[in-house]
């Protein structure tokens, strides 16, 4: 099959850099086989644009994300630009790509590799076989609500503040996307929200109640986010697809990237009503392991298979990524992070190469 879409690749900062570049070389190597037609595009955002104009997010990198059909983001952020107001700072680039291309839906698949069992800090009979897809609502909710900031009382003292704010559109779209996605798996769908304490999530149970209805083959449960949580170390073969707000799915998706062994397996895309996507590892820069070589590339060229499957419509090409993944796991190569004993310690560019060789 051959297509043509257009690529804009943003490495970031820190390990971004390190783990685009072997998700660069994956897709160079489809397009060489001809499975894929792919323009690439490189531009700057987070700290790398701060350094160079001054912004985390430059106009033309936003007009260049607009123009795509998809988006490969590495990482942004690290203790050099911690000082810089927080309209500068690098994670601001992010929030703006996030909101500015309105994706609205994050999807976290918490999937454990069946060679990597050992590599989770649970035990294996609790994780293995997981397979949990996390929707996040990610333009709305606490991160973005207004009025927030940060404020200084008669008296001096000062107080921060932020809004909890979702919308029954906000709320039915998203509820709306984990339905879809849950026919095409275990039709299962958790809800988790806060309801017995913040009104914004009585009302998010409430109309994930009334979309659900539109699916009658889902079973639709409810969580409380502190149960969810537990749930999640606990028994967490237990879900199949949740859904929740922004911030509590930004915390849960970290901690069942965990289960899974670690947060480098882990890839994500994000969603707009009109398909175009953003696709990313869920970890950050990694600054404490940044330039050394060693982060672990597989979240970012898994997420290059969402992209495939979910923006590029090349599903096949998706597949043979996630395959020759399990491939270079199932030969024995690992990265510090998922390191076990008896495997084979490759650095990150020995990592994609495997992959590539092995697609
Ligand atoms: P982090 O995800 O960068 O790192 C957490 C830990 O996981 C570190 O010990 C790191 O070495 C390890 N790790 C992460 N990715 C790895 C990989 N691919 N291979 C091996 N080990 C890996 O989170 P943090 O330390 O809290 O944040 C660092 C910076 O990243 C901060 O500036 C933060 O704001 C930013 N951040 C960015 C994003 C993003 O760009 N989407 C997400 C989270 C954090």
Redesign the pocket.
Known sequence: MTLSKKVLVLA?????LE?VAEAVKVLRALQAAGSIEVELEDALV?GAAYDAVGDPLPEATMAAARAADAVL???????K??PLHISKR??KG?LGLRAGLGLFANLRPAILYPQLAEASTLRSEVVSGLDIMIVRELTGGIYFGQPRGIETLPGGERRGFNTLVYSESEIERICRTACEIAMKRDRRVCSVDKANVLESTELWREVATRTARDYPEITLTHMYVDNAAMQLVRAPKQFDVMVTTNMFGDILSDCAAMLTG???MLPSAALNAAGQGMY??????????AGRG????L??ILSVAMMLRYSLGAPAAAERVEQAVSRVLDQGLR???IMSDGMRQVGTAEMGDAVVAAL
């Open positions: 970031g900062d820190g390990i971004g783990i987070g983001l590495g990482a942004v952020g690290g203790p630009w911690e690098p994670e992010l670690s947060i480098g990313e590892p869920i970890h950050g820069s990694a600054p404490d392991i060693v982060a672990n590339p979240a970012t990265t510090a992070d």
